[in-house]
């Protein structure tokens, strides 16, 4: 394309994509269309990836075609694998995208579609795309190395050691608090289990095919893993319909969880190209389809946000969960904007599959960008439901009332009309016997996901099958953090445990591999199990620390890419990962002291506590107040421990750029690539 052709066409893209984004931030009085927020969407994107993405992969990064990646230096058939792009693409799109895309969106809404939609169009172009893309290279020109090893050998060992202990227990916690959404999503659930069970034996044949029978036929092995895949979709709701095969899918809590347990393992200790990496790839066809039909339906019916840009819950009283925009709105939407669980896998599966340099910026900043792309369409299925059928499925009992009446009233005085005949008919209509008080964000979601569908792809009559699909579509999503996450933690624990043992330290070597996976899975099955069995206990406890744990982990992430950056003699483009990390620190900080020591119940986990223990004494209640100390207490040892790591990571910046310390950075040595015949 000639110069000045490009110039107009990119001026075209700015100029619509400010035009839409002015329109989503300052329209007010009258809904908006939908659209609007996909044109917006759709052009930030565009402009974040030709130019940011560009500018930092040239003047940060220096991407080297010829170098040779640890995938083809290291290759060993188990863990590092050189993998054709598009497979990588969607291992590493798959194991991202997990419930945070989809159901923080949908929470935040409580806000009005304004706050969520400008929080992740800035924050996944400016700060999460950013930091996916910086230490997927980072971790590619060391080995593949985990986060935690390289915090060790860039920021100091003391960084490293606080780094390495606060990752492994936030990691511990998302993946079983990921489990346990997938066990509630596919409880009682013939069709999504049965769909989400036949993806793995598809994998294996998929994996076989490409490994042993038809080597690099990435296109053949795609169109037969879409056929099967499709085949699955409508088994499960053939199954469903067939009361003797649906009771033999029709699972209890328990079951489900040690079977996620067992496939957790098998998710770490086999080798990648069997496994994971064709599931994942796989899961991808449905993630990305399911949202470009998502796109393609919003386009056909340009449906009205009935949503408010801003709701009267700016407040900080919200009823689907308490506490102001800032910074509860950042915390609730991660996913989507960043998410410091995204730079394990960029330094955990990703960069030992990556064939050459000049695919992470794809990987990195195209990955999460799609990401991002879920997380508008997650706004924008919520807010095309009227607010109080929103707020109606979205509050619990607690808040609203515990009869349909009550809350049905409660929610039309805030202003939000609804009546219980609009939800009984809306439950029939998707196959529910109610919708009220159906908290998490997932059940909304699917709510809204199967109006659009309904009224572009068959009408109401099929709208129960919509929704059902869509909650298949979110235990799908959700599922493939969780095996990724386990692999990864697998490499961590292995990395440290090398420096105690050598042979302990080889991915490669099997007797490691089986006792590391079985640890790391042991870890989050407990909570896990206990989670499941005792509403109260498990990762019950800890669920309330997810957002917060995820956003430290971010931070930690930026931190080490900062340091790296300055290391690179490269300090005058810092404020590249700086400024999304000062960002981050802001936001964390002060909601870890506001779920501390605010004095509001619904926000302070000690206020809730002494509110408990001040009410009528039940062992129920005890166990809450347990919880919400607990809770404190370890949201306080998570913040000193990422203080640390970020004056550690301070204090390596102020000794460089003073002249105090060399500049060293620990990168493996050049090798050029067997690849370099083809070119960049």
Known sequence: MNKPLSVLIWSIVASVGAIAVAVVAIRRGEPINALWLVVAATCCYALGYRFYSKFIASKILALDAMRATPAERL??????????????????????????????????????????TLWVLAGAVFAGCVQDFVILLFSVRRDGKSLTEMAKEEIGRVGGIVAYTAVIAILVILLAVAALIVVNALKDSPWGTFTIAMTIPIAFLMGLYLRRIRPGKVLEVSVMGFVLVLLAIWGGQWISQNPALASVFTLNAQSLA??????????????????????????????????????????????????????????????????????????????????????????????????RETETRMVGYGAMMAESAVAIMAITAACVLQPGIYFAINSPAGVVGATAAKATETISNWGFPVVPADMQSLAHA??????????????????????????????????????????????????????????????????????????????????????????????????????????????????????????????????????????????????????????????????????????????????QARALAN??????????????????????????????????????????????????????????????????
Not at 452 to 477: C, D, K, N, P, R
Not at 530 to 538: H, S, Y
Not at 652 to 671: D, H, M, R, S, Y
């Open 75 to 116: 290759e060993n058939g188990r863990d590092f694998l050189v993998t054709n792009k598009w497979v990588v693409f969607g291992h590493h799109f798959a194991a991202i995208a997990g419930p945070g895309p989809l159901v923080g969106p949908v929470l935040a809404a409580q806000f009005g579609y304004l706050p969520g």
């Open 615 to 680: 009410g009528l004494a039940t062992p129920a209640t005890a166990r809450l107040v347990f919880n919400n100390r607990l809770d404190a207490v370890v949201t306080v040892i998570l913040v000193v421990m990422v203080a640390l790591v970020l004056l550690e990571s301070a204090r390596q910046w102020i000794a460089i750029l003073t002249g105090g310390e060399a500049a060293a950075v620990k990168e493996a040595p050049f090798v050029r690539t067997r690849f370099a015949e083809e070119g960049a």
């Open 258 to 355: 040690l079977l996620i347990i067992g496939y957790g393992f098998a998710a770490s200790a086999l080798p990648v190209w069997l496994l994971l990496a064709p599931r994942d790839y796989l899961s991808t066809f449905v993630k990305l389809g399911t949202i470009g039909l998502l796109a393609v339906g919003i386009v056909a019916l340009h449906p009205t946000l009935h949503m408010p840009a801003l709701t009267r819950f700016v407040d900080g009283t919200g009823p689907v969960f308490a506490g102001k925009i800032f910074p509860f709105a950042f915390i609730t939407i991660a996913c989507g904007a960043i998410s410091g669980f995204h730079s394990l896998i960029s330094s955990g599966t990703t960069p030992k599959l990556i064939a």
């Open 430 to 607: 998707v196959g529910e016997q109610t919708l009220f008080n159906r908290t998490g964000g997932a059940p909304a979601f699917a709510v809204g996901m199967a109006h659009i569908f309904s009224q572009s792809l068959g009408g109401e009559t099929v709208m129960a099958l919509w929704y059902h699909f869509a909650v298949m579509f979110e235990a799908l999503f959700i599922l493939t953090i969780l095996d990724a996450g386990t692999r990864v933690a697998r490499f961590m624990i292995q990395d440290a445990l090398g420096h105690i043992y050598k042979p302990l330290g080889r991915t490669s070597w099997y007797p490691s591999i089986l006792a590391t996976s079985a640890l790391i899975v042991a870890a989050w099955g407990f909570f896990l199990w206990q989670g499941v069995r005792d509403p109260l206990g498990g990762i019950n406890s800890l669920w309330p620390l997810f957002g917060i744990a995820n956003q430290l982990l971010a931070t930690v992430a930026l931190c080490v890419a900062t340091t790296i950056i300055i290391k690179l003699h490269r300090a005058k483009y810092a404020l590249v990962s700086l400024v999304p990390l000062a960002w981050l620190v802001a936001v964390t900080f002060t909601a870890s002291w506001h779920k501390v020591l605010d004095s509001n119940p619904r926000v302070g986990f000690l206020a």
